[in-house]
């Protein structure tokens, strides 16, 4: 039940908690798709990091992003935060390793990999053998698109 006359200030410090040991303040209400943490503001859902941002350090100006020193999506810890512009937050992501896909990970340590750097080789031998692409793909367990990137340099380019 909502309590009247509380401030923005304290709905949100009661959805945080402060664990023992741990330097991040954990958004332990409402988490978005993103892992990112969620408060209703005027009938609006905000991302809790910014509204922290807001509360306890100031205005985040115009197109400005609101990053993470420690990485973790649901904390909220006014230090760990700080403001980029979006080229400097995907290269924080980059240069942590955390950015996904053909920026990001590549080959096996990407989070959606379903084969190694052997295996990707020996489909370009195939293909070279003329093996068709639709044979190699159901060899493999992928769809033929994945095999006709992966033999035209467009997947695993880093693999020469």
């Given at each position: ?117 052997e295996q990707v ?19 493999f367990g992928i ?18």
């Amino acid at each position: 039940m909502r309590r009247a006359g509380r401030s923005l200030r304290e709905r949100f410090e009661e959805k945080v908690e402060l664990i023992p040991g741990v330097d991040c303040h954990i958004w332990n209400a409402g988490l978005r798709t993103t892992g990112y943490g969620g408060i209703l503001i005027d009938k609006r859902n905000k991302p809790a990091h910014r509204v922290a941002y807001e509360l306890y350090v100031g205005p985040i100006p115009e197109g400005m992003h609101v990053c993470h020193t420690c990485d973790v999506r649901a904390c909220v810890n006014p230090s760990h935060l700080f403001l980029g512009t979006h080229a400097e937050n995907m290269h924080d992501m980059a240069k942590k390793g955390r950015r996904k896909g053909i920026c990001g990970q590549r080959g096996e340590q990407h989070g959606s990999c379903r084969l190694n750097a052997e295996q990707v080789l020996a489909i370009r031998e195939a293909a070279k053998r003329g093996v068709r692409q639709g044979d190699i793909a159901v060899h493999f367990g992928i769809s033929q698109p994945t095999v006709s990137d992966i033999v035209r340099g467009k997947r695993w380019r880093h693999l020469q």
